[in-house]
């Protein structure tokens, strides 16, 4: 037994010993391998390799390519480039930074926010190989440094493209931002195999357009053959690979109607998205308040960036596809198309209006005391009475409200081309099980199904699910992705690739329903609770109110205004189309503690119309347009 | 009282020595001092790398002290919380990479931050080393279908970073003690031929960019601002280099700039150029000595534990110098991997510096059950 043990170890050790040998001879093998690579490179194709490294005092140089222009949809200029010097430093070649920047000083104008961001550019990039200490030189300060260009190793004077937005702070969402490539941009872009195309770009797209579109935008990197002496420094080039310009944007945005929307609002806080109809093309999409991108362009100064973090009113959010809020009554004209099309009500069907509706024991108030007496489907709307919908929804039942309103989009993301769209909440009792942890939360009660009715409780929808939704109602029921590119345009080659309407589906409902609540919204503008907003408007246009709680009222408490604190005030709604037969236009507009939606958010929208069917500016943008009609005509 | 006619710095000398394997040490020795010369030529500018290496040498070589000083019966004892601890921490690195984006195959430890693959380098060879030293005497085919995937899951996790090239090498290394435990002929060759098969599949799940690190292997001018620059400078670097090279310090592709990550994973790069042909033999017999006494040991060794390591060992040694070699003169594509003992970087450094500690204290205990 112990000899027949020791017979298998020794068999065991001669098995290990023998693939020990195994293991080195194909070590032995490869190294041979090696060696014979060598002797092929070192010694066979020594020559050759000889005259490539005396040739090799060439470096490749990347050429960075014009970023495309941005344009809105009559061609006029959103994004564009403009070419200024800038003062970079190689850290790597610099002995003493500190002292380097101090001399810098005496020459050229360097403020401590430079040296903020200088700092942090620092700290946040490794192996870069220069930094900007000083953007958008003064052609003086340029002639001073190169005067003494040669006190300064490991300072350089470049030219560089710089992004600039003539139009400020207008539609600072929909074109978004430049910032500098960081760690995490770099890691994506090597991801998606296209880091070497960035190699000498130092800004990308952030946010909005800018960034959505960042590939079609960028070009294409070039380079150049630069012949160098033996300090590295370039003395020719020797050949160049020319870069190719990024493509041009064209947006289905009007700037002017942008213009308009903007300032509108004012100093208020809030959102608007305007849609073509027939085709989901964004007109305007604002969210204010908004900033200025040009502010971001040479690396953005750490002060600015603080302002806008810090501030409460949150600046970069871009309110119109990432904010959710209540819909109110903006709501009720889809729940009368559901009634209708589910059979739940008729044009003639009516309900008294006592001012309440009662359920399980407890009252649901409408806004009007006492109540709007009988009411039909029609006067519903127009009237905008909370009891005859607080009834319709309990007839209907949740599941039934949320399986129509799935139709036209609420609750999803409508695929807009931006990023950081938000979801919105289309609440279900399905909804409500995913949403919640604790079983008592999560359980439906049908009392909650009774202030969706009028747009309140769990429900809240973005900005654009609105104003889509009222595309879809307007044109129909064709439901188009919202977009904001028209097309795209090959500078170089002039190739152009238009962006077709993309119809998502369409709504099953019939024509005769989408009709009388069309007919309804008519009535809201000439009759009801829009007729202040609209009065003396020539043209024919549909629309709603909405006015949605921040904080939930108690039972018998009445609402106040002055009472409650100004960001808890209610937000101010109003949806609208128009012309009413064939609907250019569909809008949807939130203010966000701007009170009844009649009062604030209504005139805005009547602006915006005003200006999209008539062409009529307000006053102030009516000044500044005639002073650019009298500067073209001067230049003439 | 015999000890107390011996110096005590005589003595203290002894201690030292102990269980010092002298062969090994004058090997690491001289290759470290290599690559301490190519690094100085490499970063010539800012000498403070050559002065930081020296301290990770000097931190290395005290590790590998201490790991010589263990037995391997204790080192058997840190088998398996070492794999469990290197498996949480790829784990961690998987999740908390999410959060920071583009920094997933790092984890911050306080100040610093290291590469938890670095960790199963050799937590996983000690792991199957440990799990065929237990089985040893019931070894079945079932035994090494476990160790293949103790294997396997790490490799995984490493894969996903995605960190390709260290994957391959913790694989190799792993894959060598499965081999060196006595995996039958017959399933090696079934799983070769398996693996042929399996290639274009794998094709099909690389990430763009490590397929387009392939094909740029194959025509390097396809991609001339990527990795295809890489490879063509280094190549170029290689050739100049001639039979008898440019000398120290005279390198003009390294001094021009030509050569990435010089101080890294191209010093190769640096070095062939400057010590020729001739240099590059230097290289490759100090290696071939250091892994030939490395599988000496592994013959010679007592119990399957220690066999086992010392083997794998000296394969991962084999491994990393030819991929990097490989790499750098245009025979295999561009991985990270540093060349062992030449490479600047302190987590590798310690890691080999531990592995030959591991070696000595294996061949140690031989010549202790042969006394």
Known sequence: MLLAELRNREQEMKQFRLRVAIAGAAVLAAFALLALRFFYLQVVQHSVYQAKAEENRISIVPVSPNRGLMLDRHGVVIARNYSGYTLEIFPRRVGNLEQTIDELAELVDIQPRDRIRFKKLLAETRNAESLPIRNRLSDEDAA?????????????????????????????????????????????????????????????????????????????????????????????????????????VTLTLDMRLQQVAESAF???????????????????????????????????????????????????????????????????????????????????????????????????????????????????????????????????????????MKHFGFGARTGIDLQNEALGVLPSPEWKQARFRRPEQQKWYPGETISIGIGQGYNSFTPIQLAQAMAALSSGGAVYRPRLVAHIDNARTGERRYFEPEQMHQIPVRAEHIEFVKQAMAGVIKEGTGARAFAGATYAVGGKTGTAQVIAMKQNEKYDEKKVDERLRDHSLFIAFAPLDSPKIALAVVVENGGFGARTAAPIARAVLDYFLLGKLPAGLRRAAEDEAAEKQESD | MELATVPPLRRIGQRLAEGIDSTLLILILLLSMLGLAALFSATYESPARVLNQLANLGAALVAMWLVAQIPPRTLMRFAVPAYVIGLALLLAVAIAGDVANGARRWLHVGVTRFQPAEVMKLAL??????????????????????????????????????????????????????????????????????????????????????????????????????????????????????????????????HLEFIPERHTDFIFAVYSEEFGLIGNLVLLTLYSLLIARGLVIAANAATVFGRLMAASISLMFFTYAFVNMGMVSGILPVVGVPLPFLSYGGTALLTLFIAVGILMSVQRTRQLVQS
């Open chain 2, 125 to 254: 060879p000690l792991m199957l080393a440990w799990y065929f030293h237990r089985n040893e005497s019931t070894l079945r085919l079932r035994h090494f279908a476990v160790a293949a995937l103790l294997l396997v899951v790490p490799v995984a996790f490493i894969v996903r970073q995605p960190d390709l090239g260290t994957a391959a090498l913790v694989a190799a290394t792993g894959f060598g003690v499965i081999f060196f435990a006595g995996l039958s002929w017959r399933v090696l060759g079934a799983l070769g031929g398996l693996g042929l098969a399996a290639l274009p599949l794998v094709w099909g799940f690389l990430h763009d960019y490590q397929r387009r690190r392939i094909l740029t292997l194959l025509d390097p001018t396809t991609d001339p601002l990527g990795a295809g620059y890489h490879i063509i400078q280094s190549t170029i670097a290689v050739g100049s280099g001639g039979a008898w090279g440019k000398g120290w310090l005279n390198g003009t592709q390294a």
């Open chain 1, 266 to 404: 004012g100093e208020r806080r809030g959102a608007l998205v305007a849609i073509e109809p027939s085709s989901g093309g964004v007109l305007a999409l604002v969210s204010k308040p908004g900033f200025d991108p040009n502010l971001f362009v040479d690396g953005i100064d750490p002060l600015y960036w603080a302002e806008l973090n810090g501030n409460i009113d949150k600046p970069l959010n871009n309110r119109a596809i990432s904010g959710a809020y209540p819909p109110g009554s903006t709501f009720k004209p889809f729940m009368a198309l559901a009634a209708l099309q589910l059979g739940k009500r008729t044009p003639r069907s009516t309900i008294h209006d006592p001012g309440y509706f009662e359920f399980g024991g407890r009252r649901f108030r409408d806004s009007k005391a006492g109540g709007h007496g009988t009411v039909d489907l029609y006067k519903s709307i127009v009237v905008s009475s909370d009891t005859f919908y607080y009834q319709l929804a309990n007839d209907m039942g949740i599941d039934a409200i949320a399986g129509f």
């Open chain 1, 144 to 248: 001073r440094f190169v005067a003494n260009r040669f006190r300064f190793e490991g300072v350089e004077l470049r030219a560089r493209l710089f992004r600039q937005y003539p139009f400020g702070e207008v539609a600072s969402h929909v074109t978004g931002y430049m910032g500098r490539v960081d760690q995490a941009d770099l890691s994506r872009l090597e991801a998606e195999g296209v880091a070497a195309n960035y190699r000498g770009t130092d800004y990308l797209g952030k946010g909005g357009v800018e960034a959505s579109y960042e590939a079609e935008l960028h070009g294409t990197t070039g380079f150049e053959q630069v012949e160098i002496d033996a300090a590295g420094r370039g003395i020719r080039t020797l050949s160049r690979t020319p870069a190719q310009p990024g493509n041009n």
